[in-house]
């Protein structure tokens, strides 16, 4: 199992039969964007029709994990009992998905180190055996 | 030609206190009295009513009120969706258009809030005391869109409105430079506002920016007092055609345009949002809205006297200003800084009640309360002469906004 950051605590995802794809990929430790087969616009969170072109054909395309952090906020209330304070909770722009952003959490950095636009890499944290939540550190932080 | 507008004859408000502090009389109890209040208010008897809305998910449905007030029919009934106060002056907009349409001749707009009596999110960080020893965590079923967008947001912590919209408002600030002092002072006017307000929550405590800027910070930015009070309390507002209102006693305040919306992507705000586009992104997503409310309205930023602008937090006040044209996009903070706002000398003053920050939260129509008080002359915090507010709901959610103006 991987390092952990968060505890068992933390809100769980909430997931309907458009979203559970995704976590299930998660799972796998695969970071995943919804991609419209018929006009490859990518987006997240899943939805059942392409925004653009409003087909309702989809797959999942897996992204390397790279991005750059375009905004964030260090969190000093705890969500949960044993929870370290404060948290990063940050808007993830990731690299060759088509554009996509997603919130996760920046650990492994001190608040005071973090600028937007700096980047980031994914490290994947596994909550239990059948969940895994994406994470982010800053990119070259070792394993 | 113009059509006759829809016209707010009538106010009415219960006490307003701090959260879970409103034990005495349940939600519900409350949402039936603050009704017969602006009712009694207006002029006008329980028996006139034939509409109600409300919005924000209240919990007290309207055929359940209709059938316990004994409104002898309920011809119109509606509920603008999501939490938060997005929707105020939308339900506001709801009724103007029930009137102006011969739906229903006298609809009140409600809205009642104990939430100690109830949970409310955000409010799940408070019970992290006793240590637990939970089931190996798992993915749970989501029983609507919300919660399934959510899913998205609330496994990294992203639970507390304070964090979310501290998203975009950091953004900003590394955009165009703007200052906490600048935020701060905001917090500081409408403190101020408040304190002349007996009805307000924060009316006896006056803040100072170093009161502010040694408050503790919750999600950065956002310190304390950037954030709004969670407050018990209800207010309902009467809203009739221009021919009913021409024979009630209160000063007319007439609803000259509203609008609500959100622009493409937009979900939850920053809670789902985090792909809209990058020009939308640290802002308070009410620009196209705004342009949509001038336009119908024949008014512009300029000529507008007083405004009450929805203030969940400072920084989002701070983008609504520039989203409605008073400013330019970045200039926000600079805006506050030349004292524009402020009762004492501004041209024109924002929040007199005192706002979510320092009156009450309950959910921005305790604003639409203020505007129509402030055109008939009975604000504490008087503009003489003022001729048009505006109303806003929202910011950084799908959002509404309305312009009020004397008659």
């Not at chain 2, 307003?16 to 009712?39: F, M, N, P, S």
């Not at chain 2, 809205?111 to 109830?118: E, K, N, T």
């Not at chain 2, 600030?173 to 007996?198: C, D, I, W």
């Amino acid at each position: 199992m991987s390092e952990r950051f968060f505890p068992d605590g933390m809100p769980p995802p909430l997931a309907d039969v458009t979203t559970l794809p995704w976590w299930e990929a998660a799972a796998d430790h695969r970071l995943v964007v919804q991609r419209c087969t018929a006009c490859e616009h990518t987006r997240l969170p899943p939805s059942p029709v392409c925004p653009e072109c409003r087909s309702a054909d989809a797959d999942w395309r897996e992204v390397p994990g790279r991005g750059e952090v375009y905004t964030y906020t260090t969190v000093h209330r705890p969500i949960a009992a044993n929870q370290e304070l404060p948290f990063v909770v940050a808007v993830i722009a990731l690299e060759d998905s088509g554009g996509v952003r997603i919130i996760s959490n920046l650990v492994g950095v001190e608040p005071e180190e973090i600028a937007i636009g700096m980047p980031v890499e994914l490290v994947w944290e596994d909550m239990s055996a059948d969940l895994a939540i994406p994470r982010f550190r800053p990119a070259g932080s070792s394993a | 030609m113009s059509r006759p507008r829809a016209q707010v004859v009538g106010v009415g408000e219960s006490r307003y206190t701090r959260w879970g502090k409103i034990g005495d009389v349940t939600e519900h109890a409350l949402a039936c009295q603050v009704i017969q209040r602006a009712v009694e208010e207006a002029g006008l008897g329980v028996d006139d009513v034939d509409g109600l809305a409300s919005f924000a998910e209240d919990r007290n449905e309207a055929v359940f009120l209709a059938a316990e007030l004994g409104l002898p029919a309920l011809r119109f009934a509606n509920m603008v969706w999501m939490p938060g106060g997005g929707g105020g002056c939308a339900a506001i907009s709801n009724a103007a258009m029930a009137v102006e349409t011969g739906q229903a001749e006298v609809v009140v707009v409600y809205r009642s809030l104990c939430q100690g009596q109830f949970f409310r999110f955000g409010q799940a960080g408070r019970a992290a005391s006793a240590p637990v020893d939970p089931e190996p965590p798992t993915v749970q079923q989501a029983n609507s869109l919300m919660l399934a967008s959510m899913g998205f947001a609330m496994p990294y912590g992203l639970l507390m409105a304070a964090a979310a919209y501290a998203l975009p408002t950091r953004r900003h600030m590394h955009l165009y430079g703007t200052k906490h002092e600048q935020l701060g002072r905001l917090a500081v006017t409408f403190r101020e506002h408040a304190s002349r307000n007996p009805r307000a929550v924060m009316g006896g405590r006056p803040m100072t920016m170093d009161d502010y800027l040694a408050s503790p910070m919750i999600a950065d930015p956002h310190r304390l007092f950037d954030c709004c009070l969670e407050s018990d309390g209800a207010c309902a507002v009467v809203v009739t055609t221009e021919e009913r209102a021409r024979d009630l006693p209160n000063a007319r305040v007439e609803i000259l345009a509203s609008e609500q919306g959100a622009p493409k992507g937009y979900g939850f705000g920053p809670f789902t949002n985090a792909n809209v586009a990058d020009a939308i992104y640290a802002t308070g997503g009410c620009e196209e809205m705004a342009g949509r409310l001038w336009g119908k309205a024949g008014v512009g930023p300029g000529d507008v006297d007083v405004a009450q602008i929805y203030d969940h937090f400072t920084g989002c006040v701070l983008m609504q200003l520039e989203d409605f044209g008073f400013c330019d996009r970045g200039e926000g903070g600079p805006f506050i800084e030349s004292g524009v706002l402020s009762w004492h000398g501004g041209s024109m003053p924002t929040n007199t009640h005192g706002g979510s920050l320092s009156e009450a939260y309950i959910h921005g129509l305790n604003h639409v309360v203020e505007g129509v008080r402030a055109l008939r002359g009975e604000s504490t915090s008087p503009v003489e002469g003022a001729e048009l507010c505006l109303v806003t709901s929202g910011a950084c959610v799908a959002s509404s906004a309305a312009l009020l103006a004397r008659r």
